[in-house]
Every structure is written in C-alpha cells, then in structure tokens.
C-alpha cells in the first residue's frame, strides 16, 4: 500500500523559495516515478514536474522551468520540490504522486493529500 504525505508548504512573500518534501511509504518508491502536480483556486489540477526512478531524468511545466527542480532521496523515501523566485501566481495546493512505473507515463497511480502554498504580492 502505498502512502505520500507532503509537508512544507506555507505563507510565503513573492520572491521567497520553499522546499516541499513527499514522504512516501511502502517498497515502491525505488522502482517508481514520481511527480508533483498543483491546483490552483477555480482551476484544475496540473502538472508541473517529475522524475524518473533512478533521478536521471525530469520534466517539467514550461510555466516553472528554471525555478523549480524536482529530486529524490531513495534513502528517505522521500521526494523534494525546490520553489525559487515564488510568484503569486503559484498559489496553489500542491499534490505529490506516484506512478506505477520507472518513468512518468501516463497519469499517477496514487495521490498525497497536498500541501497549501500560499504567495503574497
């Protein structure tokens, strides 16, 4: 069974950096992808980075290149999101997720519950 529990989210100021963290249970971390996606207020759930089982590779939204990078600790069983330069417009909730392969097809096959990442102007 797999559980992922994000953390790190908060208030912030536009400009600010935040790492979020996704603790993942179960023995499937190692072999699986792993990827974050956020929901803005009114609009649906989008993507915005993952990576691949062994780190090597990653892919993100053209709308946080640069600012964000996505990496992973196999020996925690935990996946990061690094957040530089925060604009308004990242407010969101912040979802980590888990496919059932070692790359990012397709759609996840398991959900956090988010974290809440709110930017002031």
């Known amino acids: 069974q797999v559980q992922l529990v994000e953390s790190g989210g908060g208030l912030v100021q536009a400009g600010d950096s935040l790492r979020l963290s996704c603790a993942a249970s179960?023995?499937?971390?190692?072999?699986?992808?792993m990827g974050w996606f956020r929901q803005a207020p009114g609009k649906e759930r989008g993507f915005v980075a993952s990576?691949?089982?062994?780190?090597?590779?990653?892919r993100y939204a053209d709308s946080v290149k640069g600012r964000f990078t996505i990496s992973r600790d196999g020996a925690k069983n935990t996946v990061y999101l690094q957040i530089n330069g925060l604009k308004p417009e990242d407010t969101a909730v912040y979802y980590c997720?888990?496919?059932?392969?070692?790359?990012?097809?397709?759609?996840?096959?398991?959900w956090g519950q988010g974290t809440q990442v709110t930017v002031s102007s």
């Open positions: 997720a888990q496919y059932d392969s070692r790359y990012y097809l397709g759609k996840p096959d398991y």
């Open positions: 990576i691949s089982w062994s780190g090597r590779s990653t």
């Open positions: 179960g023995r499937t971390f190692s072999s699986s992808a």
